[in-house]
């Protein structure tokens, strides 16, 4: 691994590097007054982000972690295939295509895409629907803010995301367990949340691979596998879009799959996680409603059956 971060040292202390910081975003951000550390240059953070108060203070998990324990289907279907094989994957150039009802749709190149938008560093539990979890350092920006660049049309109702085909550099996709692309959803309000965050980075470094390099979503609220990697279309629907999971198995993968310990798995207890990296003898841990994000995003629910709605 090329970068390694020291264990006593918090995450907080050591990002961002303030010669990297552009001055202008800097001032701009709310945090910019708690940012005044200078880390050495060896761990100095290469993309320029303000940090947020809608990190988590937990001890983030070690990169090795992060970037050796994977779900990225698209490279195979063990944990350790996307670690081996999504080096192959180019990552550059690269565009998005956003249609539907918006009123700007086009092919954007990624780097016009995000050129303005503000980055941060959002430190985030990520719980996934088989039962572990971790916490993640992402470097990203409110997915609000490029649906508002692009001008959402009002009857938009949800927004769609499809990841990257290419079966010669992703050899997961020469098999047919997911008929791909990836696709994944969400409601418009969802979408649209604070928390809900497009992310090119971990640990202030660019987008590993094997974790959805060059840009993924991040809903912290969801099962992991909401989150979809290497995007390359964003589409504003008037109706529920059609999402991977539940088109392979409807009964136990919703729409919704918020993190809900109330509401099993059909073959397992979601009462319970456990947390990666956490050694051998480590006691499970309660899982959080909304993976301890409710009284940021509960009233999205207000009046639905979570149990119904899952
Ligand atoms: N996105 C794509 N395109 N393909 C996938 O197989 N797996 C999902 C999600 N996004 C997946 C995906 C699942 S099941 C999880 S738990 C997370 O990615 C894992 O993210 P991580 O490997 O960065 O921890």
Request: a positive charge; hydrophobic letters at 30%; zero cysteines.
């Given at each position: 691994m090329a970068y390694r971060f020291k264990?006593?040292?918090?995450?907080s202390d050591v990002t961002p590097k303030a010669d990297f910081l552009n001055r202008r975003q800097l001032m701009a951000g709310a945090g910019a007054l708690a940012l005044g550390s200078i880390a050495s240059p060896a761990l100095a953070a290469s993309i320029a982000t303000v940090p947020s108060p809608y990190s988590t203070d937990l001890e983030p998990n070690t990169l090795e972690d992060i970037t050796s324990y994977n779900n990225f289907y698209e490279f195979g279907t063990g944990k350790e295939d996307p670690a081996r094989y999504a080096s192959a994957l180019t990552t550059d150039p690269w565009s998005i295509k956003i249609d539907g009802l918006v009123d700007k749709p086009g092919d954007y190149g990624l780097e016009d895409l995000i050129s303005d938008v503000q980055m941060e560093e959002r430190i985030y539990r990520f719980r996934c629907v088989e039962a572990w979890s971790m916490v993640i350092p992402w470097v990203g920006f409110e997915l609000n803010q490029i649906l508002n660049k692009v001008g959402v049309q009002s009857g938009a109702k949800y927004v769609s995301f499809e990841t990257l085909v290419r079966p010669e550099e992703m050899?997961?996709?020469?098999?047919?367990?997911?008929?791909?692309?990836?696709r994944e959803g969400l409601r418009l309000d969802e979408a649209m949340h604070p928390l809900t965050i497009m992310a090119t980075g971990i640990y202030g470094e660019s987008m590993p691979n094997q974790n959805g390099a060059p840009i993924r979503l991040v809903v912290?609220?969801?099962?992991?596998?909401?989150?979809?990697?290497?995007?390359?279309r964003i589409s504003l629907t008037d109706t529920e879009p059609q999402t991977s999971w539940n088109m392979i198995q409807p009964r136990e993968y919703g729409f919704y799959s918020n993190v809900n310990p109330e509401v099993d798995h059909p073959r397992w207890s979601q009462a319970t996680e456990r947390r990666v990296g956490?050694?051998?003898?480590a006691k499970r841990q309660d899982t959080l409603m909304m993976n301890g994000y409710a009284e940021e995003v509960m009233d999205l629910y207000a009046g639905m059956d979570l149990s119904k709605n899952y």
């Open positions: 264990t006593d040292l918090k995450w050899r997961g996709q020469k098999r047919g367990y997911i008929e791909w692309p990836y912290p609220w969801k099962y992991g596998f909401k989150s979809i990697k290497s995007i390359v956490g050694g051998v003898f």
